[in-house]
């Protein structure tokens, strides 16, 4: 925020040097209207509408982009919470098949080495 600040303190700074280095009268016409402005004024005055109509421009642009961005996360969102809900769904069965078969590998393991008698030595 300080750098677009002081952009603009130095372009005001230099547009106010050139305007003043600039004094000669020029005639604008305009569809039916005419002015007489110092040369510099009005190059001023044409140089600030084109930049407030390009910083108009960028917002309507801004916002394009922002709802472009609103979609993509939107999307992003519902495929999340797809995967969460397959997440679920992946764990439960996991949940309902281990109910089924009470004895796992690892018990069924500890239970056979308690029966062998040489406790894994060999001799």
Same mark, same amino acid.
């Given at each position: 925020? !300080?750098?677009?600040?002081?952009?603009?303190?130095?372009?005001?700074?230099?547009?106010?040097?050139?305007?003043?280095?600039?004094?000669?009268?020029?005639?604008?016409?305009?569809?039916?209207?005419?002015?007489?402005?110092?040369?510099?004024?009005?190059?001023?005055?044409?140089?600030?509408?084109?930049?407030?109509?390009?910083?108009?421009?960028?917002?309507?642009?801004?916002?394009?982009?922002?709802?472009?961005? !609103?979609?993509?996360?939107?999307? !992003?969102?519902?495929?999340?919470?797809?995967?969460? !809900?397959?997440?679920?769904?992946?764990?439960?069965?996991?949940?309902?098949?281990?109910?089924?078969?009470?004895?796992?590998?690892?018990?069924?393991?500890?239970?056979?080495?308690?029966?062998?008698?040489?406790?894994?030595?060999?001799?």
């Amino acid at each position: 925020m !300080k750098s677009y600040v002081l952009a603009i303190t130095v372009t005001m700074f230099l547009s106010a040097l050139f305007a003043f280095q600039n004094i000669g009268d020029v005639t604008v016409r305009f569809l039916v209207f005419e002015w007489v402005l110092p040369q510099g004024v009005w190059e001023v005055l044409v140089f600030c509408a084109g930049a407030a109509i390009m910083w108009i421009f960028s917002i309507f642009s801004m916002f394009e982009a922002r709802g472009k961005y !609103k979609k993509e996360l939107k999307a !992003k969102d519902e495929r999340i919470a797809a995967v969460e !809900k397959e997440k679920k769904t992946i764990l439960e069965s996991v949940a309902a098949s281990r109910s089924n078969f009470p004895m796992n590998e690892d018990t069924a393991r500890r239970e056979n080495t308690k029966d062998d008698p040489t406790d894994g030595t060999v001799e």
